[in-house]
Every structure is written in C-alpha cells, then in structure tokens.
C-alpha cells in the first residue's frame, strides 16, 4: 500500500470514504475554468524570452511511437532523433524522454544508453486499459525488466466511471507497487471522463495513490490535452503540495503540435503552478509533431528565415 499523506489517510480507508472525499472536492466552473485558459493563453512571449521557452519546450517531450507497425528501426532512429534533434546544430536540447510498447523497451534502452534521455513504456493494457489486473501487472513488469525509467499506465476508465473508486485507487497502488525505481505517470484519458469534476477527482485518485506524474490523454482518442482540462490539473498539484507537501507531475498528450500551443500550456504552468514545475523532472509534452515544429521555429528564431520542409524528419 502507498503511503498516503497523513492528512489524506482517512480518505482512502475505505470506498465510502473515499467516495465522500472525491464528491467532497470544490465543484468546476467550467465557464471560469476555460475563460481563465482562454486568457492565458492570450499572453504574448517576448523574442529573448521565446527562444528559451523552445529549448525548454524541446527538453519537455516525451517523444513518442505507439503503432501496431512499429519496428526496432523505427525505436533506433527515433531515439537518435531525441539525443539529437537538430544534427546541424549539437546544441539543441535532447527531448525528455522516448515512449513506447513494453516489447520496444529494450530496444529503447539500449539507443538510449548514457544519453541522459529517458525510456518510458506505456503499460497496463495501453490504451484501452480492458484486462484483468494480473496482465496488466504483467505488462508493468515486462517494461521495467526491460529498462524502463517511466512507466504510463491508463486507468479503468469503466470503473471510475461507474464509482468504483477504490477499484482504480487499488489498482493504481498496485502498479506503483511493481514499478521500482521508475517514475509512474497516470493517464485519465480525459476525454473519456466527460466532466471537470471528473478530471479533478481523477486528478486527486491519482495523486493519493501515488502517482508521480498525472497525464491527460493516451493521444488515441478524439479529446485529448486541452489548455482547460490541463489548467485544472494544474491547479490540483499546486493544491496537493500545498497540502502535503508533495510535488506530482504534468503530462498533457495528444493534440499539442505547434510551438504556439506548447508556449500556450508553458505560461499555463507558470500562472498557475509556478515555476518549481517548469522543468522535465515535472512537466512533459506527450508529442511527436510538436519537436518538428520546435526545431523550424528555433531554427527561424537563429537564421531569421525558415528552413524547407526537409529540414526535419518525418516520424
């Protein structure tokens, strides 16, 4: 079992308990909630402070392949591509991280080596999450006898849906349990949750759990990251550590891919948890295309012109 906060033990002790918990958490203005997101997103980033905010950007992806067709060349030369993002110029940051399959992460791991770059792994029957709890602990497993730094695990959507909270909660612990030293991230699938009061109580299931980072999306479904419902999972870390002193991640995936939206979610982060989470020990981009347009628009911001469409790979 984690060790819940001690201002939060009571809270998981049992289902009931921790469905008044969940139902006892302020309710979402949703109108407020997406007009403050709205107006974040208005704030312009001046030129010296824009191409910090790339290269920040940059380090924050987890960069991704998560296809049926996936090959170990595929894995190699995406994991060269996150070492190196831009070969002409040895300065441009690495990416955070490389996600994905259990059955690529050796493969993963071994591009990777003394990089400093990360392997994540989804698991837990990604993305549908529909498994029995002892394959979906097999898959965790796997990924870290594999390597894997991160773990991303997806929650039973069906459970927290219909209030078996403790159903999640448990399970959650259960793969925190077999993730060792790696770091786990819990993806909501948001856009299954259908309410911000749902995102909020998904946020604090998670953190209570022991989530080290909470995620929006699997990337694999038609609602993905949004500037509101990653605002409100911001403001749900900042009120955890204000709480218990904690810090838990951020990880929106999926529709993020031009370098206006990524400096959109990072003034989002600022405003709103503060500066401590402006770093890739706790914010990620769950993206792919988004590096693309990173690297033109950093390469724009050095040369003053853009590069042609073969500048960057295609992934």
């Known amino acids: 079992m984690p060790t819940t906060a001690p201002a939060f033990a009571d809270a998981t002790a ?8 969940l139902h006892g958490l302020p309710g979402v203005d949703a109108v407020g909630l ?3 997101a709205a107006a974040l997103g208005t704030r312009s980033v001046k030129t ?20 049926g067709a996936d090959t170990p060349g595929k894995v190699r030369a995406l994991c060269a591509k996150a070492v190196h993002p831009d070969p002409t110029d040895r300065a441009t940051p690495r990416t955070a991280a490389v996600c994905v399959y259990p059955d690529m992460a050796a493969t993963a791991v071994a591009a990777l080596a003394g990089s400093g ?8 029957a990604f993305p549908a999450g529909r498994a029995a709890l002892e394959v979906k602990l097999a898959d965790v497993r796997d990924a870290v006898a594999a390597g894997a730094d991160e773990i991303d ?45 749902n995102i909020r109580r998904a946020s604090w299931l998670g953190m209570l759990a022991g989530a080290d980072f909470i995620k929006t999306s699997t990337g694999k479904v038609a609602t993905n990251a949004t500037p509101a419902n990653t605002l409100l999972m911001l403001e749900a870390v900042r009120d955890f550590r204000a709480r218990t002193g904690t810090q838990v991640g951020v990880k929106p995936a999926g529709g993020i891919r031009t370098t206006k939206d990524a400096l959109k979610f990072l003034v989002l982060v600022n405003e709103t948890a503060g500066a401590d989470w402006l770093d890739s020990h706790w914010f990620r981009f769950g993206a792919s295309s988004l590096l693309n347009d990173l ?21």
């Open 14 to 21: 049992s289902d009931g308990a921790l469905r008044r918990f």
């Open 34 to 36: 997406e007009a403050r």
């Open 48 to 67: 010296t402070a824009k191409a910090f905010a790339i290269d920040l950007a940059i380090s924050m992806i987890d960069l991704t392949t998560l296809e």
């Open 117 to 124: 770059v990360k392997v994540a792994s989804v698991a837990t």
């Open 153 to 197: 695990m997806v929650i039973d959507r069906g459970a927290f849906l219909s209030g078996r909270y403790l159903k999640v909660y448990e399970e959650i612990v259960a793969v925190k349990a077999e993730c060792g030293d790696a770091r786990l991230k819990v993806i909501f699938e948001t856009g299954e949750l259908s309410t911000y009061d």
């Open 295 to 315: 690297l033109m628009q950093r390469q724009k911001l050095a040369t003053g012109r853009y590069s042609g469409p073969d500048y960057v790979t295609v992934d």
